[in-house]
């Protein structure tokens, strides 16, 4: 009668393999150690201090004082500034975002249709996302200046249009025409690429059934390339919310409080009046709003981005 084989060989390949991946699970704890201390020195740690400042009237100098909600209160009930900043803010963030949206999947979207010249068009636009925020505002300062190029324009096509800066209606929409310059040509280059990646297949199928340009865009183009929009509709919606160096370059949060945004309001009350407490506060009240609307698009997504499987 022929034996049962050994269990032994089995039980050490078994012992082999948790010992494996033990040692590998040991070697990826000290790989990944290094960006976990980064990650926890750089920015929970930062995090967490900046929401137990929220809670505090810390002012730089002197002993800070655990003060509750106080901070929170009086930042949605007694501040007369804080409405009109959150209404700056969003004025901004929709403006900007639809505009950015528009113009680089328009853009996209022509350079991808021309026979030559498209790595040049595309790195003539994506250019200024390498500029410094700071520098390119300072530039359009130049340019917006009372007095200066934009002014002369205006005048020599005789446009009634006030100078931007100085215009409290009009002050916002210089802020609007800095970022689209310095920020489309990074969703110009996400959606070209998108739309390179379309299997001509499907479009050259349309094109055989008699579909038009404007159908084949709006039936197969689109719904492809909703994923990569989602993407970039998201992104570009978080760093419109958080808005600073544009403002700061150019206007100050003025002509009065016309053009100030919360990314603005933080530096001026932590940094300017040395309310660190108070500007914390505005910090979380600002994360909690991006949380909320990323979320919500998260939600909303479903209905509109269509995932190629």
Do not use: C
């Not at 209404?87 to 022509?110: D, G, K």
């Not at 998108?194 to 297949?201: H, M, N, V």
């Amino acid at each position: 009668m022929q034996s049962k084989p050994s269990a032994a060989p089995s039980r050490a390949g078994t012992g082999r393999a948790k010992a494996m991946l033990r040692d590998d699970r040991r070697a990826a704890f000290w790989f990944l150690l290094p960006s976990f201390l980064g990650l926890a020195v750089f920015l929970l740690l930062p995090l967490a201090a900046s929401l137990a400042l929220s809670f505090t009237n810390w002012q730089l100098i002197g002993q800070s004082k655990f003060v509750g909600w106080r901070n929170y209160v009086n930042l949605l009930t007694i501040d007369p500034s804080f409405w009109q900043i959150l209404r700056n803010t969003f004025h901004f963030t929709i403006e900007y975002l639809v505009l950015n949206i528009v113009i680089s999947l328009t853009m996209a979207v022509w350079i991808s249709n021309l026979r030559w010249g498209k790595r040049f068009f595309r790195l003539i636009f994506f250019l200024p996302t390498f500029t410094p925020l700071i520098g390119s505002a300072i530039v359009w300062l130049l340019i917006f200046t009372p007095g200066g190029f934009a002014d002369w324009f205006f005048s020599a096509l005789h446009l009634p249009i006030p100078n931007l800066l100085t215009s409290p209606d009009l002050a916002i929409q210089a802020i609007v025409i800095v970022s689209l310059w310095s920020g489309f040509g990074y969703n110009l280059l996400l959606f070209g690429a998108a739309l390179e990646a379309i299997p001509s297949t499907y479009l050259d199928a349309a094109a055989i059934d008699g579909a038009s340009s404007w159908q084949r865009f709006w039936r197969i183009k689109l719904p492809l390339i909703s994923p990569t929009l989602f993407f970039g509709t998201v992104m570009t919606a978080i760093t419109s919310l958080q808005v600073f160096d544009q403002v700061y370059a150019l206007t100050r949060g003025g002509p009065g409080s016309a053009t100030a945004t919360l990314g603005f309001s933080i530096y001026r009350t932590g940094f300017a009046a040395y309310k660190m407490g108070y500007a914390s506060a505005i910090a979380w009240v600002l994360f909690v709003i991006i949380m909320a609307l990323t979320i919500l698009q998260l939600r909303v997504q479903r209905r509109w981005v269509h995932y190629d499987l």
